[in-house]
């Protein structure tokens, strides 16, 4: 078979792998609460919007304090959590950033119970190059359950 | 380490990550009942052969007609659904043609309710190249709780 | 754009595939109750530590047993499982092997019935290069519901 790949091509394939394994290490480090390597996946003034919280996370510092917050309260409930991310759509940019849009799953298990999907979202970052690899931007989750 | 990757190893890297972004948008058009471009994403005269619908859909017109039933039927539920493929395997045909089998679930989520695995299901697809990407030709989807 | 893709990129993109690729078949024939085929996705004295099994079972032709009496379980009881991977984080070591860390999620529908969340699982994978992709050398899974 002649193989007539593109650069381009061969570029999305790579950014398409490095994205996912971008984000599979991002939510292992979340849910581990790892609170500072994960706030190293941010930029230093980032902006993290989820619905969970009262109002937009802003930078690196207020990132890693509200992940310490999670460890503490999960630690005495006993449940652990898991963020799964799916169908992830990246689009490079023109301006070198990558915009992606994904399902987000949380999956929630009590010590000694059944497990179930705890909540069903979509997230929207804005992904920029860092040293090794991505940092976001910006993040955007919208939970399916809320109007 | 020396890197002695292959044209064919490099061609099926690439095509992985492809046929992956290619499910991701196509899954997210169908959850946001976007009946046209979800229809370009099947060929001219595509058979979609889905155990919730009483014979096979064929054709890009009635692919896009039945997606705009779905919108009307899911606006008065307030229920949303999102699709997630996974344990995608894609196997290159020597006619040009990708093969692939993969999982498929479906979430449901209430307004104001609990998230839900509405549906497992496996789906064996048939996707031919087109201009930018790939088409759907032939899809069979098959539940996992229908005998 | 200019592309200024290192052979170093390129490599990791086509591991990242090829490992997707390869836990989507050994799932798949798992699910399949193909106990052969799922056996040599493994090495031939690979240790496989789950937590279902009272002790790490320990080579192809126990693996393949083991599954030969899931099959039997499985027939009498109407249900299908189906495994799924997600948030892989794969890392190449420099002795050519792979290491991987990622979610494993077991879906279970009965016949006729609503289909659920049965296991949320930790999975952790060394993997050593094969003729034609990888084979699992060593498995250790955890279970989120176990303390």
């Known amino acids: 078979m002649t193989v007539t790949t593109t650069a381009a091509e061969v570029e999305f394939g790579l950014l398409y792998a490095e994205v996912q394994q971008f984000y599979s290490r991002q939510m292992q480090l979340f849910d581990s609460f790892e609170a500072e390597p994960w706030a190293q996946t941010f930029t230093e003034d980032a902006v993290f919007d989820v619905p969970t919280l009262p109002a937009p ?3 690196r510092a207020a990132l890693a304090s509200n992940v310490r917050r999670n460890a503490e309260v999960h630690a005495g409930s006993g449940e652990l959590l898991r963020h799964w991310l799916g169908m992830l759509d990246a689009r490079q940019q023109s301006d070198g950033t990558v915009h992606t849009r994904s399902y987000a799953l949380v999956y929630l ?3 000694g ?16 190059p860092a ?11 919208t939970r399916d359950d809320l109007p």
């Not at 040293?131 to 989750?141: D, E, F, N, T």
């Open 131 to 141: 040293p090794g690899g991505w940092q976001v931007a910006h993040r955007l989750v």
């Open 57 to 59: 996370v802003v930078g």
């Open 109 to 111: 298990t009590p010590r």
């Open 113 to 128: 119970g059944e497990p179930r999907v705890h909540r069903v979202c979509v997230m929207e970052d804005v992904l920029v």
